[in-house]
């Protein structure tokens, strides 16, 4: 007699994919992508998270694959192992600045949140943030990215956005012009922004987040620009920033050298 299937495992399991393929997403999102009830996703969820799969990200109540999910897939993204680690580093930033911060990643010409503290600094200025689209230059993520990455994959990404019909694109059609600030980004050592057409109330700046010479993604500080000039903003946010970056890729390349140790042991 051929045993009964788990509904139950099932629907857990489509969870999971549904997680997988969203990145980051609240239980409402993945109700919907799984096709499971709600109220199932959440006990789904709490089992998850209690055996440590899934995290739930402090800033949104989005939920993303935790680290230990490396245990069952190599097929573990980047970004996820950025989001997971950065997530606790992003609130002691925004717990010693009071500005909200995020963590963004590359995706085509876009920069991508995909972790925040907007909803938790007490400073915030902006909510839903998490899954918004980065210009990369406009925005300090995506000055500090392009400015820092390889010279090919610079050339080849501002060529991409030189041929984009977005207008957030438009400044790489002025060589000169995109020349001239990823020159001024790499002087300063950050991706700077006060203002601007599409975020006119704030101010940013943005350091990368580094694998080698691999630019991983890029953490970033938020303020009201009516309230802080760039100036004062750099000089509240600057230091606290590089040590949450420095912890980052710290805890990064630790995780990586006990992976190789444990890969190590295992081929013994």
């Not at 085509?108 to 925040?116: C, Q, V």
Request: some cysteine.
């Amino acid at each position: 007699m051929q045993p009964k299937a788990s509904r139950s495992f099932a629907r857990g399991l489509a969870v999971l994919e549904a997680l997988n393929r969203l990145g980051s997403a609240t239980a409402l999102m993945l109700a919907k992508e799984s096709k499971v009830p709600r109220a199932t996703v959440y006990r789904l969820l709490q089992t998850l998270l209690d055996l440590g799969y899934v995290r739930r990200s402090p800033g949104d109540d989005r939920y993303q694959l935790s680290l230990k999910i490396r245990g069952l897939s190599e097929g573990f993204e980047d970004e996820h192992w950025i989001s997971a680690v950065a997530a606790p580093v992003l609130l002691d930033l925004t717990k010693s600045i009071s500005w909200p911060c995020d963590v963004s990643t590359l995706e085509g010409i876009r920069m991508i949140i995909r972790d925040t503290t907007h909803r938790v600094a007490p400073l915030s200025i902006d909510r839903n943030m998490v899954g918004r689209e980065l210009p990369l230059l406009g925005s300090s993520a995506g000055l500090a990215y392009i400015a820092f990455t390889s010279a090919a994959e610079r050339t080849t990404l501002l060529s991409l956005l030189a041929r984009s019909e977005d207008p957030a694109d438009a400044p790489a059609r002025d060589t000169a012009y995109a020349e001239r600030v990823i020159a001024a980004t790499q002087r300063l050592g950050y991706g700077l922004r006060q203002g601007g057409p599409i975020w006119p109330h704030s101010g940013a700046m943005a350091l990368p987040i580094m694998d080698g010479d691999r630019v991983l993604g890029c953490i970033s500080a938020i303020w009201m620009a009516r309230v802080i000039g760039h100036d004062e903003g750099v000089e509240r946010c600057l230091a606290p920033l590089r040590g949450a970056k420095a912890t980052i890729e710290a805890r990064l390349t630790a995780g990586a050298n006990q992976d190789a140790g444990l890969s190590t042991s295992r081929a013994d």
